[in-house]
């Protein structure tokens, strides 16, 4: 027993460093992953931002004057990369593997003390920066507050906001959702 | 490298291919233009799949654009334009001339990639 899964175990290792040394996997970005593998990373980078972000303290998030901030940020830093409603990302973005998610679904995926984890820390190897050496802690919370608050948002609510004009009620109200959310 | 190593990598990869492929169809449907697998790629460098399920693509289950894997049964695009190729492929160009205010922008998709993307997505 022991011996065959040493063979099995050899075997194994043999051909890991066959695929390893001959370049066989190809690490193109126009190349797309095996699905298991998306997957394994997917589900992996999951847990790994569940468990860092776990203490994280949210505050009070959404007030009109932080959603107005977290607009200008994020459509100086995020937008070329993430898009927005009506908005295509810039070709930078369009074609980096893997694909910079788009945010209106961000709240599905995340707890906003994810986003900030996220913003703050950024993602290895997924082409995700590190904000935290070039936003303000005050500014990476209001580009949250403005991420948790994109479901509600329609592409003429996206362009008022980074035009500097008022959010309409139920964008408002998805950022209190949010808020309150992360309280209770 | 040598003749024994070069066959058994060969090989190797040979079976990783078979076993970890997509099932993506890449024969062109009856009737439709352009060059499916082609445009299987040319989808993945414009971003569909950020937002949009694509079949016979790994990516994640994400569901602000809808799920890409019943356009060929489909009658409307956007509920605004009947499913035909070439509506598709406008669609795809440019979707605010055809639904103002849809929340999906123009991806900057030339024509020629946009008939191989509607190829794939109709050969589905």
Known sequence: ?184 | MNGARCMMVAALAAVFATALAGCGQTRPAPGVQGDPERGMLALTQHACHSCHIVPGLAGSKVYVGRPLDDLAERRYIAGKVPNTQDNLVRWIMDPQAIDPGNAMPAMGVSERDAIDISAYLLSQ
Request: with cysteine.
């Open chain 1, 1 to 184: 027993m022991a011996l065959t899964l040493l063979g099995a175990g050899s075997i194994a290792a043999i051909i890991g460093f066959i695929v390893f040394r001959a370049g066989l996997y190809n690490i193109a970005a126009n190349d797309q992953h095996y699905p298991l593998i998306y997957t394994v990373f997917e589900e992996g980078l999951q847990y790994s931002i569940q468990n860092h972000a776990e203490d994280i303290q949210v505050p009070a998030l959404g007030a009109p004057a932080q959603l107005l901030r977290g607009a200008a940020v994020y459509s100086a830093n995020c937008v070329q990369c993430h898009g927005a409603p009506g908005i295509a990302p810039l070709s930078q973005g369009m074609s980096m593997q893997p694909i910079p998610g788009p945010l209106v679904d961000a709240d599905v995926n995340w707890e906003t003390r994810e986003l900030y984890w996220i913003t703050r820390n950024g993602i290895k190897m997924s082409g995700m920066p590190a904000w935290e050496y070039h936003l303000s802690d005050s500014d990476i919370w209001a580009v949250v507050a403005f991420v948790a608050a994109m479901p509600g948002m329609t592409p003429a609510d996206y362009r008022r906001m980074t035009t500097q004009q008022h959010l309409t009620e139920p964008a408002q109200a998805a950022a209190r959702t949010a808020a309150e959310g992360e309280d209770s």
